[in-house]
């Protein structure tokens, strides 16, 4: 919209936010309904998009993450990592002396993924010089860790969170409060591979030794949305909520355009779509226009997880 384009957002739901909504839970009381949590969202998104100009407030909550434990007592992580080995010394002296190094290392390590997640993102078929080029961008961000950085990396992303915790603590309760950042969203358990990963990847952004620490936005997360279509809408775009879409239309050229479930067709250049791939190839599309190969690779996507919320 900003270079001068028409563009249209359409959303099912009258309520915009998706996993982000914030909506109200019982009557006169609001609540996120999902997800509890922004993330990380890139300083540079938040520059472009002057979200911090459309009273969107960004918070890291303090402490971050509590775990009650039998006899009335309580470990607390704090984002101040000195505060968090203060408060470890009640329970181990190896612990506290271990958290400030192994804070560090996560946001060393996070870092590394933050440097890959705020570039391009890959091509999933890409082959020949696509692929080599993309190759070339990841090994000078792999070489920038150094020898013993790359050995780390390469030893702790395949990892399972409960190796690289055991390793590295004895308390079993902080232990248990560390893994949950490995298994968030997973239907798998902290013994299983790359979950040492996870929990990498939910703490980039994150300053270093702030384990567990998440952004959170005042008013709810559905503040992010508002934010996100108010610069949208400043910038041109147009948003209908309460619309869904039925059909995206593709001919022998390329895509055409969208049909609802009213019947309207809105001719497009191009269709950016926020479902899974699964359902927007599968449902959206006809199957006569999916490559096989294509076809084939978003059918083997694993679409397991786990959520709850009290």
């Known amino acids: 919209a900003k270079s001068g384009r028409r563009v249209l957002v359409v959303e099912q739901r009258p309520l915009l936010g998706g996993l982000h909504a914030t909506d109200e839970i019982a009557p006169g009381i609001r609540g996120d309904v999902v997800l509890h949590d922004i993330g990380w969202v890139p300083s540079s ?41 203060s408060e470890l010394q009640r329970f181990s002296d190896r612990d506290a002396r271990a958290w400030r190094e192994f804070g560090e290392r996560v946001a060393r390590l996070a870092g590394f993924l933050q440097a890959i997640y705020e570039g391009p993102a890959p091509e999933p078929l890409a082959s020949g010089a696509t692929e080599l080029l993309s190759m070339l961008g990841l090994g000078r961000k792999v070489r920038s860790l150094g020898g013993d950085g790359i050995v780390d990396l390469l030893r702790t992303l395949p990892m399972s969170v409960s190796d690289l915790l055991d390793e590295t603590f004895e308390n079993a309760a902080l232990k248990g409060l560390v893994a949950t950042s490995g298994v968030t969203h997973l239907a798998q358990g902290p013994k299983s591979g790359a979950t040492a990963f996870l929990l990498l990847h939910h703490h980039v952004g994150a300053p ?12 709810g ?14 910038l ?20 055409s355009g969208i049909v609802l479930d009213s019947g309207d067709e809105i001719a497009a ?3 950016v779509s926020t479902l899974d791939a699964r359902s927007t190839l599968y449902d959206l ?18 679409y397991r997880g786990a959520s709850a919320k009290v």
């Open 45 to 85: 998104v938040t520059r472009t998009l002057k979200l911090d100009e459309r009273a969107l407030s960004l918070v890291r909550p303090d402490p971050s993450a509590v775990s009650l434990l039998p006899g009335g007592t309580s470990l607390t992580l704090w984002t101040d990592p000195a505060r968090t080995s």
């Open 208 to 219: 270093a030794g702030a384990i567990r620490s998440r952004l959170v936005a005042r008013g």
């Open 221 to 234: 997360l559905g503040r992010l949305a508002d934010a996100l279509a108010d610069s949208a809408r400043s």
């Open 236 to 255: 041109g775009a147009e948003i209908r909520p309460g619309t869904r879409v039925s059909k995206i239309s593709v001919t022998e050229e390329g895509v």
């Open 269 to 271: 250049k191009a269709v």
């Open 285 to 302: 599309v006809d199957p006569i226009y999916i490559d096989p190969e294509l076809s084939q690779a978003i059918g083997a996507v694993k």
